[in-house]
T-cell receptor, first 109, second 113 residues
Framework: DAKTTQPPSMDCAEGRAANLPCNHSTISGNEYVYWYRQIHSQGPQYIIH???NNETNEMASLIITEDRKSSTLILPHATLRDTAVYYCIVIGPDDKIIFGKGTRLHILP | NAGVTQTPKFQVLKTGQSMTLQCAQDMNHEYMSWYRQDPGMGLRLIHY???????DQGEVPNGYNVSRSTTEDFPLRLLLAAPSQTSVYFC????????????FGNGTRLTVT
C-alpha cells in the first residue's frame, strides 16, 4: 500500500503559488519523499525529492516538516501547463516503488 | 539519449492471445519496472528488476511474465490476454531501486476484446 495520503483534487488560480500537501506519518529515517506529476496520459515526470531538508529546483520547492510526517510541494507561479496529477511517494533504499492515486491539480485561468 | 522507449504505442488483442510489450533504456540504469494504469487510477506496480538476471513481483503480477537478460531491455509478456488487462502500461527505469528518480516511457495503450 502507498505510504502517503494526499487530497484527491485541488484548484489553484493561474499565477498564484500552488501548495500541494502530503501526509506520511509512518515515514522512517532512511526514506525519501519523492514527487512526480503526470500530465494527461503521458508518463509520469520526476519533480523533486528530499530526505529532511527543504529542497528547491527549477520546477518546484519541497518543504518537509521537522518531524518529517508531512511535506508540501510548492509550484511558485502556477500556469495552465501545471494542470496534472501530482504523486507524493515515500521510498526507502530497497523498497518497491508504490504510487497512490495522487492529487489532481486544476489551474484556473 | 532516447531515454526509456516503449513499443508499440497502441495494441488491440483478442482474449486468449499473447504478446510482448517492449521496453528499452539507453541510460545504463540497473533498475527497471512495469506499471499499469487504469482509468481514474494511480499506477500499480506489476514487476520490477534490480539488474540483469533478477526480477521480482510487484503489487499486481498475475497474468504477466518478465525477464531481464540485458541491462537495456525489460519486456513484459502477456501469455493469455484477458479483458481485465486492458490498460495503459508504463515502463520506468532508474540508476538504483528507491535511491534515484524514475524515468518513465510514454506508455503502451492495450485493449483486449
Amino acid at each position: 500500500d502507498a505510504k502517503t495520503t494526499q487530497p484527491p483534487s485541488m484548484d489553484c488560480a493561474e499565477g498564484r503559488a500552488a501548495n500541494l500537501p502530503c501526509n506520511h506519518s509512518t515515514i522512517s529515517g532512511n526514506e525519501y519523499v519523492y514527487w512526480y506529476r503526470q500530465i494527461h496520459s503521458q508518463g509520469p515526470q520526476y519533480i523533486i525529492h528530499g530526505l529532511k531538508n527543504n529542497e528547491t529546483n527549477e520546477m518546484a520547492s519541497l518543504i518537509i516538516t521537522e518531524d518529517r510526517k508531512s511535506s508540501t510541494l510548492i509550484l511558485p507561479h502556477a500556469t495552465l501547463r501545471d494542470t496534472a496529477v501530482y504523486y507524493c511517494i515515500v521510498i526507502g533504499p530497497d523498497d518497491k516503488i508504490i504510487f497512490g492515486k495522487g492529487t489532481r491539480l486544476h489551474i484556473l485561468p | 539519449n532516447a531515454g526509456v522507449t516503449q513499443t508499440p504505442k497502441f495494441q488491440v488483442l483478442k482474449t486468449g492471445q499473447s504478446m510482448t510489450l517492449q521496453c528499452a533504456q539507453d541510460m545504463n540504469h540497473e533498475y527497471m519496472s512495469w506499471y499499469r494504469q487504469d482509468p481514474g487510477m494511480g499506477l500499480r506496480l506489476i514487476h520490477y528488476s534490480v539488474g540483469a538476471g533478477i526480477t521480482d513481483q510487484g503489487e499486481v503480477p498475475n497474468g504477466y511474465n518478465v525477464s531481464r537478460s540485458t541491462t537495456e531491455d525489460f519486456p513484459l509478456r502477456l501469455l493469455l490476454a484477458a479483458p481485465s488487462q486492458t490498460s495503459v502500461y508504463f515502463c520506468a527505469s532508474s540508476r538504483g531501486q528507491g535511491r534515484t528518480p524514475l524515468h518513465f516511457g510514454n506508455g503502451t495503450r492495450l485493449t483486449v476484446t
